[in-house]
């Protein structure tokens, strides 16, 4: 018995010695950094010198207070902006991506397709270069005289001026249904409002040079996410499909009952990974617009970015991380919740519920 | 060159400094570790040579060779060490320096970003220390003032002036005694030479170019000197309703109306026939534009008389440096009048000294119109905490011809008092 445990203390040992360098790098490069930004968030720190020496005054929870509550003016109304953006720039670019790498999958993943190799690669590709290099191109694509707007003229379309156009989306297709008129926005609307933007300001939807943005990381991501639907969908045995067929599945039918629900986990995976990229955008905003038009691509990320680096509000800046963290935090948890396996655990309570009747039944009865 | 002065022009510069990033990073893993393991003199002390790490943000390969070569000599007559680093992200990097307790000995302070840095304690003042000091522009020492003390030397400057296309003027039958010298006469040749292919006048959005007109109304959008805003004073309001009016008529327009990044792109592709922009315009014109025949004149005078912006970037000192006295030595040789001709020559900028004002007039006459507006042009806002609410403000001006100035100018006002206070 004692000789076991020796052994097995041995075994502790080397164990903890195997992961130890991988502790110590992710201590080292993301626990300690993530808590100093969170002590930093706690703190008017300037910038200058450890946010640990003995000047630094904690603020408590002030610089929070600046970003939801009524004193924080501009600081508030900037963070509510860029996260109103972020919000459309989610709304829209996760279920767009997730939808454009299914199709582009199932495509590929026909057994009739030739040269197979040679699209994956295609699809790909956008996604292994540089997204930089990719922004740049866009801007030159999208200016006001480039080749989008060339095209669109050739067909009659007089093209927005994209990266100089702060119009929300919303706000003209309401114009365009006769909701309101943009020049002249409903009093309702712009008379009020909530966390220092109007509802107006609210419902503006992604302006056209967000937009921009979200077509952009749409097509760079849906490669990425391709691959890991591709690999799913080479997982589901053939028979499966046939045996469904035999029984009578029309095409839909075998994709929504056959396909789809083995898709489950990798669905799963991909939005989690979108949401969690897409609440996270910065290189895009950095390289191209910098927050501009009219603020309109501002995210959160950019901005705490910029109040940091370009303004030395360092803790309003930590305290923008963190809210995020939050944001993101909270919505992954309700997306995992929207995806839980239902059927598994309904058959989890049943057996749950067969024991316990088993249990409460009287000794020596039949089993 | 000093301003970022739009948001195509940012992104160019963005382009440039990652490109030069990349390329700075390689270099660095070349060379960085054997200058470090072959020399065994100490790093500094105070009797032995300095050696000083120079962080500079280069508009060019001109400006970097400029600063090495006037580096390099004053090493080898001062006998101390100097590196020159060319910053990709001159912010972060310095963000890095402070935070780490080893910045870099000297850098440039763009006088926009000069009030945050000297109030969390960053910056060394050692105007005190210079030879000479009050031979430099006052307007621009004023850029580098805060609570009454004078932190760095100005290294070089940049003013606004009207460029006006020479074939344009002559078409709408213009002559030389027509350049104008009142808001007026500015509005009148704006219309006469606005044709349906061209406007009149192109404006780069945001405050640093309608500034210039708060300025020739006196007023602007704060007191530096009593640290107040200012942006609610009555003049301010006139001057953005006079610029409103030009856009609103039409002989006028914002550079993103006619599809241009700025207002020298407007101005080089003949979309408008006169615009607004600084002694960088030159640079631009010569190397992308260079058909386009142009002259420069001052800005019109307005109702409380000639008016313009300064855009300036100061040698700062930092307050964690160990070779203090060492780098004020160093900036003393970079400020000479003698070096800023140099430069003036190298890459396109003025001298921030009054001494080298008329050699310079002699050597770039066709400049006269720029430098003139040392004697009367006003610094960016420089306020320390203010970064956000001229960002601010900024946005709102993207809206110029359509928006109520009065909301502008409040909103700024209001925002302003709540980070000064």
Not at chain 1, 206 to 214: D, G, K, N, T
Not at chain 2, 126 to 150: C, H, I, K, R, W
């Amino acid at each position: 018995m004692s000789r076991d445990r020796s052994i097995r203390r041995g075994q502790a040992l080397a164990g903890w010695t195997f992961v130890s360098p991988t502790l110590v790098v992710l201590g080292l490069f993301l626990a300690v950094p993530v808590a100093m930004a969170l002590w930093v968030s706690f703190t008017d720190w300037n910038g200058r010198g450890s946010p640990f020496a003995s000047g630094i005054g904690f603020v408590g929870a002030d610089n929070y207070r600046e970003l939801v509550g009524e004193q924080g003016g501009l600081t508030r109304s900037d963070f509510m902006t860029s996260l109103r953006n972020n919000f459309f720039y989610v709304l829209l670019v996760v279920p767009l991506q997730t939808a454009f790498a299914l199709f582009l999958a199932l495509v590929l993943n026909q057994r009739l397709l030739k040269a197979v190799g040679f699209f994956r690669t295609a699809f790909y590709f956008p996604s292994v270069v540089s997204s930089v290099a990719i922004s740049l191109v866009f801007l030159f694509l999208f200016s006001g005289t480039g080749v989008v707007n060339s095209m669109l003229d050739a067909i009659g379309i007089d093209g927005p001026t994209w990266f100089n156009d702060s119009r929300g989306l919303f706000h003209l297709l309401g114009d365009g249904l006769g909701l309101w008129s943009t020049a002249d926005p409903p009093s309702a609307l712009t008379g009020s409002g909530v966390l220092g933007l109007t509802w107006w300001q609210w419902i503006s939807g992604p302006s056209v040079a967000l937009s921009v943005i979200i077509m952009l990381v749409v097509w760079t991501t849906a490669g990425t996410f391709m691959l890991m639907f591709l690999a799913a969908l080479q997982d589901l045995p053939v028979e499966v499909e046939e045996a469904a067929r035999i029984d009578g599945a029309g095409a839909w039918g075998v994709f929504r009952n056959v396909t789809l629900p083995h898709l489950r986990p990798t669905m799963l995976l991909v939005t989690t990974l979108g949401l969690i990229g897409t609440w996270q955008v910065f290189d895009q905003v950095y390289v191209m617009t910098q927050g501009g038009p009219g603020k309109s691509t501002l995210t959160p990320a950019y901005l705490s970015y910029s109040y940091a680096f370009d303004n030395q509000k360092w803790g309003i800046a930590a305290a923008m991380a963190f809210v995020l963290f939050l944001i993101i935090f909270a919505m992954t948890s309700f997306q995992r919740f929207l995806f839980r396996d239902r059927d598994a655990i309904a058959t989890k309570r049943a057996e749950k519920r067969t024991k316990k009747a088993h249990a409460n039944a009287p000794a020596g009865g039949a089993s | 060159m000093s301003p970022v002065s739009s948001p195509s022009r940012r992104r160019r510069t963005s382009l440039v400094a990652l490109a030069l990033g990349s390329s700075i990073a390689l270099a660095a893993c070349g060379g960085g570790g054997f200058e470090e393991n072959g020399s065994d003199e100490p790093a500094s002390s105070g009797d032995g040579p300095a050696k000083l790490q120079v962080l500079i943000g280069s508009s060019g390969d001109a400006e970097t060779q400029a600063v090495q070569d006037a580096a390099d000599a004053w090493a080898e007559e001062s006998g101390n060490e100097v590196e020159v680093v060319v910053a990709n992200d001159l912010a972060q990097q310095l963000s890095q320096g402070f935070a780490g307790g080893n910045p870099p000995d000297l850098f440039y302070v763009d006088a926009g970003v000069f009030g945050d840095y000297a109030e969390a304690g960053n910056l060394y003042p050692y105007m005190d220390q210079l030879a000479d000091a009050d031979d430099f522009y006052p307007n621009l020492v004023d850029s580098f003032t805060l609570d009454g003390e004078a932190y760095c030397a100005p290294k070089d400057f940049s003013t606004l002036a009207l460029e006006i296309n020479t074939a344009a003027w002559k078409k709408a039958g213009l002559t030389d005694a027509d350049i104008p010298t009142t808001w007026d006469e500015l509005q009148a040749v704006a219309k006469k030479l606005t044709t349906p292919d061209q406007a009149g006048l192109a404006l780069s959005i945001g405050r640093d170019r309608v500034g210039a007109f708060l300025v020739q109304n006196g007023g602007f959008w704060v007191d530096a000197e009593s640290g107040e805003a200012t942006a609610t004073e009555p003049s301010n309001a006139e001057a953005l309703e006079y610029v409103q009016s030009m856009l609103d008529g039409g002989e006028a327009v914002l550079a993103p109306d006619v599809d241009a990044g700025w207002g020298g792109e407007a101005f080089g592709t003949q979309k408008a026939a006169m615009t607004i922009e600084g002694n960088w315009i030159r640079g631009a014109m010569e190397n992308d534009y260079p058909d386009v025949e142009y002259t420069v004149a001052e800005l019109p005078e307005g109702p409380a008389g000639k008016g313009t912006l300064l855009f300036t970037q100061c040698w700062g000192i930092a307050a964690d440096s160990e070779n203090q006295a060492a780098a004020v030595d160093f900036v003393e040789a970079m400020t000479t009048p003698e070096q800023q001709l140099t430069n003036a020559d190298a890459f396109g900028v003025m001298p921030s000294r009054e001494a080298a004002q008329a050699d310079y007039v002699e050597q770039f006459p066709e400049d006269a119109p720029f430098i003139a507006g040392g004697d009367y042009g006003q610094g960016p806002v420089n306020l320390p905490g203010l970064g956000p609410v001229v960002a601010d403000l900024d946005s709102q001006l993207e809206q110029l011809r359509t928006a109520d100035v009065e909301d502008i100018l409040e909103s700024f006002q209001k925002n302003a008092e709540a980070e000064l206070q």
